[in-house]
């Protein structure tokens, strides 16, 4: 699970440099993603409910074999333009291809995992390792842009072809081959009756936040729309907060270049250092403030829309290094404020019924937020540089009264609802 959002995230990083470097638009950048996120959105409830026919093990399997094949054209594709024996535009088609690949197979592995995991665990043990599964996934979209910048290698022998920003890709491709080799050899066989979630795309800034857990643990669940009364502002305020977050994270590789005036290679380092310091800033939220503040699900969006607002114009207003990491910081944090918050207030709205059903409707959120987002936030950043993150800050704004009037208190707080079902938001 960690390797499968460590590649992704680790190619998403340097994907800003590398589309500069083939002089290719950045719109076309931020296509390859979304359509990569619209593929893993549509097939991942497909591939959860083939799991219970098919077999965990072999959708483990075609997940990783999925990811290997997806990320092996990657840096084939890439190397090629890089090395002028593809043009620019072919280069990008090709690689749009190959990453197709990643959104349909690739999503394969993630609920037959839970699945096998719950099929070897007690009740009692289930969630704590289903958490811990989920933990893996979300730590894996902070390790891949934190190892990118280290992976981009030049020629490997002297008058080789220069593999320079596709090196994530061909690392990536390796290590899935390893681990495929390994899974077919080690992974034990189905046992028991359980059941996987679809789970939402990695991506930069998507931390898990445990709805995949609530959905896997579901034994029946009450079908809930989601126009539900009982949960409809919860959705609308997961929709704003992950959209402004996929806005923002996506572009930030592009204002690194331009605000800091220097070469897409150049850019590596100190974009990796922004994106660390985002990653860093989300875990401190989920894993140090929320426990120990213990704030209920509609304070934790309050607090996380106020944060991220104000981080948002800090980015977009920034023209220095520590400027844009301090911004991007604190986005960061609201975002690991609000997301959580989203989750757990959506859980708490209905019944122990329902848990699972509400658990699908966060992550098909959570996931829908990295298909148009990335696109509208580059889109936006070529009319203009600082206008994705003051439009973030301002859907924020507006979220922020929406929620302050529609949102309803609840009696419990996020870390009581860990132990009233297995949301657990830390995770």
Same mark, same amino acid.
């Given at each position: 699970?960690?390797?499968?959002?460590?590649?992704?995230?680790?190619?998403?990083?340097?994907?800003?440099?590398?589309?500069?470097?083939?002089?290719?638009?950045?719109?076309?950048?931020?296509?390859?993603?979304?359509?990569?996120?619209?593929?893993?959105?549509?097939?991942?409830?497909?591939?959860?409910?083939?799991?219970?026919?098919?077999?965990?093990?072999?959708?483990?399997?075609?997940?990783?074999?999925?990811?290997?094949?997806?990320?092996?054209?990657?840096?084939?594709?890439?190397?090629?333009?890089?090395?002028?024996?593809?043009?620019?535009?072919?280069?990008?088609?090709?690689?749009?291809?190959?990453?197709?690949?990643? @959104?349909?197979?690739?999503?394969?592995?993630? /609920?037959?995992?839970?699945?096998?995991?719950?099929?070897?665990?007690?009740?009692?043990?289930?969630?704590?390792?289903?958490?811990?599964?989920?933990?893996?996934?979300? &730590?894996?979209?902070?390790?891949?842009?934190?190892?990118?910048?280290?992976?981009?290698?030049?020629?490997?022998?002297?008058?080789?072809?220069?593999?320079?920003?596709?090196?994530?890709?061909?690392?990536?491709?390796? +290590? @899935?081959?390893?681990?495929?080799?390994? +899974?077919?050899?080690?992974?034990?066989?189905?046992?028991?009756?359980?059941?996987?979630?679809?789970?939402?795309?990695?991506?930069?800034?998507?931390?898990?936040?445990?709805?995949?857990?609530?959905?896997?643990?579901?034994?029946?669940?009450?079908?809930?729309?989601?126009?539900? /009364?009982?949960?409809?502002?919860?959705?609308?305020?997961?929709?704003?907060?992950?959209?402004?977050?996929?806005?923002?994270?996506?572009?930030?590789?592009?204002?690194?270049?331009?605000?800091?005036?220097?070469?897409?290679?150049?850019?590596?380092?100190?974009?990796?250092?922004?994106?660390?310091?985002?990653?860093?800033?989300?875990?401190?939220?989920?894993?140090?403030?929320?426990?120990?503040?213990?704030?209920?699900?509609?304070?934790?969006?309050?607090?996380?829309?106020?944060? @991220?607002?104000?981080?948002?114009?800090?980015?977009?207003?920034?023209?220095?290094?520590?400027?844009?990491?301090?911004?991007?910081?604190?986005?960061?944090?609201?975002? !690991?404020?609000?997301? /959580?918050?989203?989750?757990?207030?959506?859980? &708490?709205?209905?019944?122990?019924?329902?848990?699972?059903?509400?658990? !699908?409707?966060?992550?098909?959120?959570?996931?829908?937020?990295? +298909?148009?987002?990335?696109?509208?936030?580059? !889109?936006?950043?070529?009319?203009?540089?600082?206008?994705?993150?003051?439009?973030?800050? @301002?859907?924020?704004?507006?979220?922020?009264?929406?929620?302050?009037?529609?949102?309803?208190?609840?009696?419990?707080?996020?870390?009581?609802?860990?132990?009233?079902?297995?949301?657990?938001?830390?995770?």
């Amino acid at each position: 699970m960690l390797t499968i959002a460590a590649g992704n995230t680790a190619l998403q990083s340097v994907l800003p440099a590398l589309g500069r470097s083939l002089g290719v638009a950045d719109s076309a950048v931020a296509a390859v993603f979304s359509v990569s996120a619209l593929l893993w959105v549509i097939a991942a409830p497909f591939w959860a409910n083939r799991s219970d026919r098919h077999g965990r093990r072999a959708m483990v399997l075609l997940g990783v074999a999925g990811f290997t094949f997806s990320l092996l054209g990657c840096g084939v594709f890439l190397a090629l333009g890089i090395n002028g024996v593809l043009a620019p535009l072919a280069t990008f088609i090709a690689f749009i291809f190959a990453r197709m690949i990643y @959104g349909a197979l690739g999503s394969a592995a993630p /609920p037959a995992v839970q699945a096998l995991v719950a099929g070897r665990t007690t009740r009692e043990e289930r969630t704590k390792a289903l958490t811990l599964i989920a933990s893996a996934f979300g &730590l894996g979209t902070i390790l891949g842009p934190a190892i990118a910048p280290y992976l981009v290698l030049g020629r490997l022998w002297d008058g080789g072809p220069l593999i320079g920003l596709a090196g994530p890709a061909f690392f990536a491709a390796g +290590v @899935g081959a390893v681990l495929w080799v390994a +899974v077919s050899h080690l992974l034990p066989k189905d046992e028991g009756i359980s059941h996987g979630a679809a789970a939402s795309y990695p991506s930069i800034g998507g931390q898990a936040t445990g709805a995949t857990v609530t959905a896997a643990m579901a034994e029946r669940s009450q079908p809930v729309g989601f126009f539900d /009364p009982r949960i409809r502002a919860w959705i609308i305020a997961g929709l704003v907060i992950g959209h402004a977050q996929a806005m923002t994270g996506q572009a930030i590789g592009f204002l690194v270049i331009d605000r800091l005036h220097v070469t897409p290679l150049e850019a590596l380092q100190p974009t990796g250092l922004v994106l660390m310091m985002g990653a860093g800033s989300a875990l401190l939220a989920q894993w140090g403030l929320i426990p120990m503040l213990d704030l209920k699900p509609r304070q934790l969006i309050l607090a996380g829309v106020s944060l @991220g607002a104000v981080g948002c114009v800090a980015v977009g207003t920034s023209m220095t290094l520590y400027g844009i990491a301090l911004g991007y910081a604190l986005t960061s944090l609201g975002m !690991g404020l609000a997301r /959580p918050g989203f989750t757990a207030g959506s859980s &708490l709205a209905v019944g122990p019924e329902a848990q699972g059903s509400v658990a !699908g409707k966060v992550t098909s959120i959570n996931g829908a937020a990295f +298909v148009l987002g990335p696109s509208i936030g580059v !889109g936006l950043y070529e009319l203009w540089r600082p206008l994705p993150y003051l439009t973030a800050a @301002g859907w924020l704004a507006c979220l922020l009264v929406y929620a302050a009037v529609a949102l309803r208190s609840s009696a419990v707080t996020p870390a009581e609802a860990g132990a009233q079902n297995p949301t657990d938001i830390a995770g």
